[in-house]
Each structure stands twice: as C-alpha cells, then as structure tokens.
C-alpha cells in the first residue's frame, strides 16, 4: 500500500514590523506637532513695565484677577488664606519656582495675602510678570 506523502504548507504570517513602525512615527508626529497652552480659569491683563526682565516660564503660576481671586497652578481658586497656603505646600517641591501673575487693577490685598502665604511655606524663589510697555 502506498501511502500519499503529506506536504507541511506554510502558515501565512501578518509582519507587524512596518505596522509598529508607522504607529510609532505619528505618535512622534503628534508629540512634536501640539502645542501646549497653559489657560486658566481667571483671565488676567499684566501690568506694563520699562524693565527688561528675563521671560520666565517655568514654575507654578499664581493668578490674581481684577477682583482679587488667588488661583494656584491648575487648582481651583482659594477661597481664604488657610486654602491658598494648602495649595501652594501641596506644589511646593524642591527647588519649585513660583511665577505672581496679577491683573494690572487686582487689590493690593490679594497681592500681599499671596506673598505672606509663599513666605509661611518657606518659598523665596518668586517671579513676577509683566508685559514691556507699549510705544
């Protein structure tokens, strides 16, 4: 009796090389291509000042409205004094810089309520922004 030889057919296979490989390239494409802003729940218009002063961008920001509203970074605004300063320890790390962003017409209250709360935690690194002067 003669028995028919069995031919072993090749499995046929997805590469998934060149998939990954493109996933991987817009995923970069992406990254590189956004844009990150910063918006706060408090629309602010900074003082105007002569100084020229190094632009400094890194660090929590601390915003002060027209009326007086305190927010810290993307937390919401303080209600009092003690809720600023657990906001601000709760940010604070090592080396942390914090950036005073006040409307140009914010109370000078607020203004002080936020220095007095950076200086309870221990914090002397603090910024302030301005915008140049107009011609």
Known sequence: ???RRYQKQ???EVNLTPLIDVVFLLLIFFMVSTTFDREMQIGIQLPESSSEQAQVSEGVMI???AQGRIQ???LTPAEDLQHLQNQIASLNTEGARFIINADANSPHQAYIRVLDALRTQG???VSHSTLPLSP
Request: proline residues 0%; aromatic residues 6%; hydrophobic residues 40%.
């Open 1 to 3: 009796m003669k028995y």
């Open 10 to 12: 090749d499995s046929v």
């Open 63 to 65: 915003v002060i409205d």
């Open 72 to 74: 810290v970074g993307e």
């Open 123 to 125: 914090i002397s690194r």
